[in-house]
């Protein structure tokens, strides 16, 4: 079945650490994005990547990275800049970017040790 | 710039009730506006989309919503609810172009089903 596959579920990182979360999709899908959901705040957009070797900011990109050297993966680094990582990080694809419906990977909750 | 509010951000409903979400969205140009659920612990799933067809749009699990453009709404609505209705229910409005084309939600209604 196709579909987007995150990686670990749960992640725990000590303080002035950088940690990396997987985003793999099989749906052929051109663009890929990353959500960081906090309770009460609905999702925020932090990166996104229309295609293959191109990513721009979001929302709310500082104190993250990513890359996109594969169509099919789209890694998210969370920076020690990051002060506030506590969150719940979706990723997810569409076929395009064009006002295009994404789908969902079943997240990665992410927490401060 | 583009925005949605949805209503209410918790919604208690009998089981067998007519269950009932808002959503309002504000778009300089024609939008796309789409409805997902979110159950415990796991990603978002597409409910329906409009996308300037129907104004009535029928989704998966009974859903149906109505594009109103005079009112600026996309409201969710289920004849009759189900205990495997509750979860959260996010609006999400996209449009035009030159990074209007993302996906901006609103920030989520909590749907809980009393037996």
């Known amino acids: 079945d196709g579909g987007i596959t995150q990686s670990p579920k749960y992640l725990f990182r000590k303080e002035g650490q950088n940690v990396t979360l997987s985003c793999e999709q099989n749906l052929n899908h051109d663009a890929m994005y990353w959500y960081r959901q906090d309770p009460g705040q609905g999702l925020r957009l932090i990166y996104y990547?229309?295609?293959?070797?191109?990513?721009q900011k979001g929302d709310i990109a500082e104190g993250y990275s990513v890359s996109r050297e594969k169509k099919e993966s789209f890694p998210l680094t969370v920076t020690s800049a990051q002060k506030n990582p506590t969150a719940f990080y979706l990723c997810a694809s569409s076929i395009n970017f064009s006002n295009q419906p994404q789908h969902f990977g079943d997240g990665t909750r992410l927490s401060i040790l | 710039a583009q925005s949605v509010t949805q209503l209410g951000s918790h919604v208690s409903v009998s089981e067998g009730a007519l269950v009932l979400l808002r959503c309002n969205y504000s778009s300089s140009v024609p939008p796309y506006l789409f409805w997902y659920v979110q159950y415990p612990n796991q990603g978002l799933q597409l409910l329906l989309k409009?996308?300037?067809?129907?104004?009535l749009v029928k989704g998966i699990n009974g859903f149906e919503a109505e594009f109103k453009k005079s009112e600026t709404s996309f409201h969710l609505t289920k004849p009759s609810a189900h205990m495997s209705d509750a979860a959260e229910y996010f609006c999400a409005v996209s449009g035009g172009h030159f990074g209007n084309e993302k996906l901006t939600f609103g920030t989520g209604t909590r749907l809980t089903i009393i037996p």
């Open positions: 990547s229309q295609i293959v070797n191109d990513f």
């Open positions: 409009y996308t300037s067809a129907a104004t």
